[in-house]
């Protein structure tokens, strides 16, 4: 049997049957859709985690133990938005008889406004000024020290008087362990920081991966140690992680139940066409381009429901693309989206083509059963009973 034959058969089939084949249409369009749809919200999900978490303060690679006079422009390559230098200083702040050890970050009160979200994060009062001679605190350390808003906190880098005396000029609160517990922030003129460590927070532009940064990073002469967010983070690696196998099993099983769906759809075309296998049988027609018949009026089925199914999938995600979908009200105490909780939907090659392989692929199986219907009838059998 020729293969152009053999298609256009398949189509006649179809065509003939058409209730039933809007049926099994509609099946696995809204099936394809839903999880082209699906997917690329879980993509959007992921980024959305990615960018809550790397925005807040962290970035998406850190560079530690930089020399003195590490020069910033040397990290600012293709692929990078912005990169922040940062000193480190353990230091033991004072308030009335309270007192609590924990590393001050001396930071670019403008730069770190421009590139981070932490600053939105405040509670009480507000975040720092250039040349401030303040601290910003979180409320846990304010409560620790007994201290608000506008008080004075003296700074001691070692056991004796102290270096400075700042005032609160705001406190914050993420909900976030390494931000909300042992540190603190301080403009880098407020405090003399010779022999502070020297770090830096580089922030990526969207959809750049970290690992080709790192890349051109190895070719610097005596390049620092990094360090990306898989690597700090590695909840929110997992994480991610596991939203890729969760929606992999989801596809699989929802096209487990529609290829049942089409097998036993297909049963029942076949026996209402059963006087036309048993004819072409007795032409000669032999059970293995029976078989062939019945997977390419499948496969014509799938692919086209498929295509339409994509179609409709990938519309809906380019619309909610632009809007985003608004979920603060079920992420509001979520530590992976504390600056927001709206998810933009993203197509990718695993939510746009995963599910329309996977109803090709089900509709092949699904073509099995209703196959060794058809090879295990015999002609005679069939057209005896008519």
Same mark, same amino acid.
């Given at each position: 049997m020729k293969p152009a034959f053999l298609i256009q058969m398949a189509l006649l089939y179809v065509w003939r049957s058409w209730r039933s084949t809007a049926v099994i249409g509609v099946m696995v369009v809204s099936a394809v859709a839903a999880l082209v749809f699906l997917g690329s919200l879980a993509m959007g999900t992921n980024d959305a985690m990615i960018r809550n978490s790397t925005g807040l303060f962290s970035g998406h690679i850190a #560079?530690?133990?930089?020399?003195e006079t590490f020069p910033p422009g040397r990290l600012q390559v293709d692929g990078v938005k912005q990169v922040l230098l940062r000193r480190l200083l353990p230091v033991r702040l004072r308030h009335g008889d309270r007192a609590?050890?924990?590393?001050?970050?001396?930071?670019?009160?403008?730069?770190?406004?421009? #590139?981070?979200?932490?600053?939105?994060?405040?509670?009480?009062?507000?975040?720092? !000024?250039?040349?401030?001679?303040?601290?910003?605190?979180?409320?846990?350390?304010?409560?620790?020290?007994?201290?608000?808003?506008?008080?004075?906190?003296?700074?001691?880098?070692?056991?004796?008087?102290?270096?400075?005396? %700042?005032?609160?000029?705001?406190?914050?609160?993420?909900? %976030?362990?390494?931000?909300?517990?042992g540190i603190g922030f301080v403009p880098q003129t407020t405090l003399p920081l010779s022999g502070a460590a020297l770090s830096a927070a580089v922030f990526l532009q969207d959809g750049v991966d970290p690992e !080709?940064? $790192?890349?051109?990073?190895? !070719?610097?002469?005596?390049p620092p140690r990094f360090r990306t967010w898989q690597e700090f983070m590695p909840d929110l690696h997992q994480l991610i992680e596991l939203n890729f196998v969760s929606m992999g099993i989801v596809m699989v099983l929802v096209f487990g139940v529609v290829s049942l769906g089409i097998s036993c759809a297909f049963v029942i075309f076949i026996l209402k066409n059963v006087r036309e296998h048993g004819i072409?049988?007795?032409?000669?027609?032999?059970? #293995?381009?029976?078989?062939?018949?019945i997977l390419t009026e499948v496969f014509v089925l799938t692919l086209a429901a498929s295509a339409v199914?994509?179609? #409709?999938?990938?519309?809906?995600?380019?619309?909610?693309?632009?809007?985003?979908?608004?979920?603060?009200?079920?992420?509001?105490?979520?530590?992976?989206?504390?600056?927001?909780?709206?998810?933009?939907?993203?197509?990718?090659?695993f939510s746009?083509?995963?599910?329309?392989? %996977?109803?090709?692929?089900?509709?092949? $199986?699904?073509?099995?059963?209703?196959s060794i219907f058809v090879i295990r009838q015999r002609a005679a059998d069939i057209l005896r009973s008519l």
């Open positions: #560079a530690e133990e930089l020399p609590e050890t924990l590393v001050l970050f001396a930071v670019s009160p403008s730069e770190e406004k421009e #590139a981070t979200a932490l600053w939105k994060k405040t509670v009480a009062g507000r975040y720092l !000024r250039t040349n401030d001679a303040a601290v910003y605190l979180s409320e846990p350390t304010a409560k620790s020290l007994q201290a608000g808003v506008g008080d004075p906190v003296g700074v001691y880098l070692s056991p004796g008087e102290p270096v400075a005396e %700042l005032t609160v000029c705001g406190l914050y609160r993420t909900g %976030l362990s390494n931000l909300d517990y !080709r940064v $790192l890349e051109t990073y190895s !070719r610097l002469p005596d072409m049988k007795a032409m000669g027609v032999f059970p #293995a381009e029976s078989a062939l018949l199914g994509t179609g #409709a999938g990938a519309l809906a995600a380019a619309g909610f693309s632009r809007t985003g979908i608004d979920l603060t009200s079920l992420t509001s105490h979520n530590q992976y989206f504390a600056v927001s909780g709206v998810i933009y939907p993203r197509l990718t090659f746009l083509w995963l599910p329309p392989l %996977l109803a090709i692929v089900s509709g092949a $199986l699904a073509a099995v059963w209703p």
